[in-house]
């Protein structure tokens, strides 16, 4: 399954303010909010809302997500802890941190169309784990 390309307002009203996806504020009103939620959300709703918000926030796909989470579970420390900062060692991710993009698409779209520098090294895979000490910048 590729990524979501769909409405992205529909995501943030659905899972909630999401900075990476869009800087734009969606409409107060929810969808179905004309009916009343009367019942106990379960466990199982909770975790995968919590799931899906970081998979559309990141712009991963389910096994790339499954991936970072394996390799969190191996790793030592706390898994979740340990999960986020792979994700934030994206290539993708790097350029929206530091302002050179206003989303973490359009920071994709600069990854892709090899814009960014790793090391004075042209990369284009979005998915490329950046190092601690590797240095990123942008094509004159």
């Known amino acids: 399954m590729s990524r979501y390309r769909g409405p992205r307002l529909k995501i943030i009203r659905r899972l909630g303010n999401s900075p990476g996806l869009t800087n734009k504020t969606p409409k107060s009103k929810k969808i179905g909010s004309?009916?009343?939620?009367?019942?106990k959300i379960s466990q199982y709703c909770i975790r995968l809302e919590a799931k899906q918000r970081l998979r559309f926030n990141y712009g991963l796909?389910?096994?790339?997500l499954l991936?970072?989470?394996?390799?969190?579970?191996r790793?030592?420390?706390?898994?979740g802890q340990v999960s986020l900062q792979s994700l934030e060692?994206?290539?993708?991710?790097?350029?929206f941190r530091l302002g050179m993009s206003p989303t973490i698409p359009g920071a994709r779209?600069?990854?892709n169309h090899r814009h960014i520098l790793v090391n004075d090294?042209?990369?284009?895979?979005?998915?490329?784990?950046?190092?601690?000490?590797?240095?990123i910048t942008a094509r004159d």
Do not use: W
Not at 75 to 79: D, E, K, L, P
């Open 34 to 39: 004309d009916q009343p939620i009367s019942r």
């Open 61 to 64: 796909t389910e096994r790339q």
């Open 67 to 73: 991936k970072h989470v394996r390799i969190a579970r």
């Open 75 to 79: 790793a030592r420390g706390s898994t």
């Open 89 to 95: 060692m994206r290539l993708d991710n790097i350029p």
């Open 109 to 111: 779209q600069l990854v």
């Open 121 to 135: 090294r042209v990369v284009d895979i979005p998915s490329y784990h950046c190092e601690p000490n590797d240095v």
